[in-house]
C-alpha cells in the first residue's frame, strides 16, 4: 500500500532530494514543506524513513535501552562542542524527552520502565559529562531487572 498523506510527501521530497543524511538544515526544510505538521511528527517520519538523521534530528529514542544510550551519548557530543545557544537546544530536546516519558508513565502498565527512562534523562540533564560513567554503573545495576 502506498504511503498516504505526510508521508507521501517526505516520500516525494527524498525522491527528488536524495539526502544522504537528514540533518538540521533538511529537517527545517521538511518542516516547511510538510507545514502544517508538529516537530513530534515529522521527527516520527524521518526516524521511519531509512535515512541517517543527525543527532539533533534524531533527537532521544526511547524504543530500547540501547537506543536511549546511543542517542543521549550523541546528544552529549552536540552538547560538548556546541556553544551557549546549542547547548540549550540539545536540553530543549532532552527535556522534551523527560515530558513525553511522564506522559508515558502514566500507564501503569509502562510507568516502571518510563520512571527508569525518567531517571536517565534527569541525571543526562543535571550533570550531562557524568552520564555516560553513570549509565555504565546504572544498567550493571539494574541488568537483567529492566532487560538491560
Not at 557524568?130 to 555504565?136: D, H, I, K, S, T
Request: charged share 30%; proline share 7%; aromatic share 6%.
Amino acid at each position: 500500500m502506498p504511503p498516504k498523506g505526510k508521508s507521501a510527501e517526505l516520500a516525494r521530497w527524498l525522491a527528488e532530494h536524495h539526502p544522504a543524511r537528514i540533518g538540521e538544515a533538511e529537517f527545517a526544510a521538511l518542516a516547511r514543506v510538510l507545514a502544517p505538521i508538529s516537530e513530534s511528527y515529522l521527527r516520527k517520519l524521518v526516524r521511519e524513513c531509512g535515512v541517517p538523521l543527525a543527532p539533533m534530528v534524531a533527537g532521544v529514542r526511547q524504543g530500547n535501552w540501547e537506543e536511549l544510550t546511543e542517542s543521549l551519548r550523541s546528544l552529549l557530543d552536540e552538547y560538548a562542542r556546541g556553544d551557549a545557544s546549542r547547548r540549550a537546544s540539545v536540553r530543549k530536546l532532552v527535556i522534551t524527552a523527560k515530558d513525553h516519558a511522564r506522559l508515558a508513565a502514566r500507564n501503569p502498565a509502562r510507568r516502571a520502565e518510563k520512571d527508569e527512562v525518567i531517571l536517565w534523562l534527569t541525571t543526562w540533564l543535571e550533570n550531562p559529562p557524568l552520564f555516560p560513567a553513570w549509565v555504565e554503573i546504572r544498567r550493571s545495576l539494574l541488568r537483567g531487572l529492566l532487560h538491560l
